[in-house]
């Protein structure tokens, strides 16, 4: 009866220490498992950090051409206001020389310059309107790349954000699995030593 016990203790212990077995290699698997997905979420990571740096890229270089254009236009509106303002100043003089002229043709040619004269002016003042509005559609551009700068900041924070949780989760995980290991060896060990135990008592008694 007593060899019955022992042998039926024995076998119990076997099982055991084969179900801790296999449960270890279960574990081991799954902490592969979560480094299997904490080093293809950081490969998915990079290859988005690395195209929406290039985006940036491209369109802090867009964003630096329109600028550019800015600057011509400016330039080119402050040019031609000069020259409106010098116009307006030859218009008076023109003014005050037809007021003492007395001969007929002269008083036609002068008014034929003054005519020139607003001409220039008005077709200078349509060509400024025109260079604003190259300004204001420079602008623009420069909004929309800077929306899309920003989407790409807000995008690479975010996965930041989200593989970082990932992360955290992953080594809390992988420190559970860590733990369960040690804990299931300490077993192991334990059952082991209690077998052995249980084979030399019963040899020498």
Known sequence: MNHLKYLLLVVVLVVVII???LDSCGSSRRADELRGQHEEASQIAEVERRIKEETIREQNKKIEEQDLLIAEANREVEIKNDHISSLGNTVA????EFDNLTDKD????NLTK???AWRDKFNLSQSIISDK????FSLTQKYKSQVVISDSYKTMYDTLTLNTKKLQLIVTAQDWQIKKLRLTSG???????VLAGLIVYNMVK
């Not at 003089?93 to 005050?96: A, F, H, I």
């Not at 002269?106 to 040619?109: C, Y």
């Not at 509005?133 to 204001?136: E, F």
């Open 19 to 21: 179900f801790l077995l």
């Open 93 to 96: 003089e023109l003014e005050e």
């Open 106 to 109: 002269a008083k036609i040619n």
């Open 114 to 116: 003054q005519i020139e």
């Open 133 to 136: 509005d190259a300004i204001i």
């Open 187 to 193: 077993l192991k060990s334990g059952f082991v030593v």
